[in-house]
T-cell receptor
Framework: QKEVEQNSGPLSVPEGAIASLNCTYSDRGSQSFFWYRQYSGKSPELIMSIYSNGDKEDGRFTAQLNKASQYVSLLIRDSQPSDSATYLCAVTPGTYKYIFGTGTRLKVLA | DTAVSQTPKYLVTQMGNDKSIKCEQNLGHDTMYWYKQDSKKFLKIMFSYNNKELIINETVPNRFSPKSPDKAHLNLHINSLELGDSAVYFC???????????FGSGTRLTVV
């Protein structure tokens, strides 16, 4: 079993819809959770971090964490074509070592 | 002013050569990292330094040698390059354990 799993996609959503991206992890000791956005040919960019169970909202982005079920998700409201990118989930057990998922490719259709 | 800068951006070299990639951050972060991203976009940690001290050294061939002259700089030297070393190498930094990363723009290494 991979340590951090994501559906590779592509996940296609129409413009204006809600995009829902999911990530599961295997280490129950994980403490910090991150979502990065990576445009093709560019470097990953941190968009959300979450550390405790529940929801965390930042603009059009909401991160959701459920440690009991070992999943973290990212919702993007009012999706725009500019949101089309690969979204990487990263998890750390509270050390400097982060484990990344392989990413979900999101396509927002105009 | 770029927060985490890497040079060079592209590197094309022949098998067997030795090359270096340089990274500098001006964010005042204590921790720096090298990650390798393969053709399937999987990011795998290679090394991490905290305030010039090596704290993570994954199972990377010893042809790869990191060096951190100070906490703002982390370089990666690769000896005897092989075809399988072709990838994008990202430098990153973070202010503390458990905090998010800031990535550099990456170095695309192609070994021919």
């Amino acid at each position: 079993q991979k340590e951090v799993e994501q559906n590779s996609g592509p996940l296609s959503v129409p413009e204006g819809a809600i995009a829902s991206l999911n990530c599961t992890y295997s280490d129950r000791g994980s403490q910090s959770f991150f979502w990065y956005r990576q445009y093709s040919g560019k470097s990953p960019e941190l968009i959300m971090s979450i550390y405790s169970n529940g929801d965390k909202e930042d603009g059009r982005f909401t991160a959701q964490l459920n440690k009991a079920s070992q999943y973290v998700s990212l919702l993007i409201r009012d999706s725009q074509p500019s949101d089309s990118a690969t979204y990487l989930c990263a998890v750390t057990p509270g050390t400097y070592k982060y484990i990344f998922g392989t990413g979900t490719r999101l396509k927002v259709l105009a | 002013d770029t927060a985490v800068s890497q040079t060079p951006k592209y590197l094309v070299t022949q098998m067997g050569n030795d090359k270096s990639i340089k990274c500098e951050q001006n964010l005042g972060h204590d921790t720096m990292y090298w990650y390798k991203q393969d053709s399937k976009k999987f990011l795998k940690i290679m090394f991490s330094y905290n305030n010039k001290e090596l704290i993570i050294n994954e199972t990377v061939p010893n042809r790869f040698s990191p060096k951190s002259p100070d906490k703002a700089h982390l370089n990666l030297h690769i000896n005897s390059l092989e075809l399988g070393d072709s990838a994008v190498y990202f430098c990153a930094s973070s202010p503390s354990m458990g905090a998010g990363y800031t990535f550099g723009s990456g170095t695309r290494l192609t070994v021919v």
